[in-house]
T-cell receptor
């Protein structure tokens, strides 16, 4: 079984609808991330969480919210979806390395979201 | 602030030819550097990482990268490309500002690799 799973894998929705994307991990990591990928723009950080009680905004958090239900679960919500939120969304997990250094992030397979 | 530049948006190479993908970073201290690969329809997979020590790093799938502090570069190389290497490649630098984003990664915009038969 995959270490980082995302549901759904594909979703088509309409403008104004509320959407939730879910992420689960079995790696036992404290840190979880949500990224958005758009062609030519790379990965942009939406929100990140260093533990269940620590949630932080990333580069592009407007229009999104998150919930960290447990160490293993981190959900991303679009309260009122709009077409320019059409993108590929990735969840990732990591640990903090020795002396607070960055360490490898492990990615889920992605959710392709289309907002009509 | 840290940043990563991948100058080449799209590269095409012939199967069997050598490959070099460029990555330049902006960071004041010794960086933590990563290369990831994204195959079509897949998530990102770590190819290799540099934290310290030997500046030539070996990774999976026959890839290697060389850290050059004087050039602020961390270029990815492969001596002989296979058709299955067609993918998008992302370079990333780790954040070490000991602030709220400590440990996060900053990604470049990616380089798409196409392989000609």
């Amino acid at each position: 079984d995959a270490d980082v799973t995302q549901t759904p894998r594909n979703r088509i929705t309409k403008t104004g609808k509320r959407i939730m994307l879910e992420c689960s991990q079995t790696k036992g990591h404290d840190r979880m991330y949500w990224y958005r990928q758009d062609p030519g723009l790379g990965l942009r950080l939406i929100y990140y969480s260093f533990d269940v009680k620590d949630i932080n905004k990333g580069e592009i958090s407007d229009g999104y919210s998150v919930s960290r239900q447990a160490q293993a679960k981190f959900s991303l919500s679009l309260e009122s979806a709009i077409p320019n939120q059409t993108a590929l969304y990735f969840c990732a997990t990591s640990e903090l390395g020795a002396s607070g250094s960055p360490d490898t992030q492990y990615f889920g397979p992605g959710t392709r979201l289309t907002v009509l | 602030a840290q940043s990563v530049t991948q100058p080449d948006i799209h590269i095409t190479v012939s199967e069997g030819a050598s490959l070099e993908l460029r990555c330049n970073y902006s960071y004041g201290a010794t960086p933590y550097l990563f290369w990831y690969v994204q195959s079509p329809g897949q998530g990102l997979q770590l190819l290799l990482k540099y934290f310290s020590g030997d500046t030539l790093v070996q990774g999976i799938k026959g890839f290697e990268a060389e850290f050059k502090r004087s050039q602020s570069s961390f270029n990815l190389r492969k001596p002989s490309v296979h058709w299955s290497d067609a993918a998008e490649y992302f370079c990333a630098v780790g954040v070490m500002n000991y602030g709220g984003s400590q440990g996060n990664l900053i990604f470049g915009k990616g380089t798409k690799l196409s392989v000609k038969p």
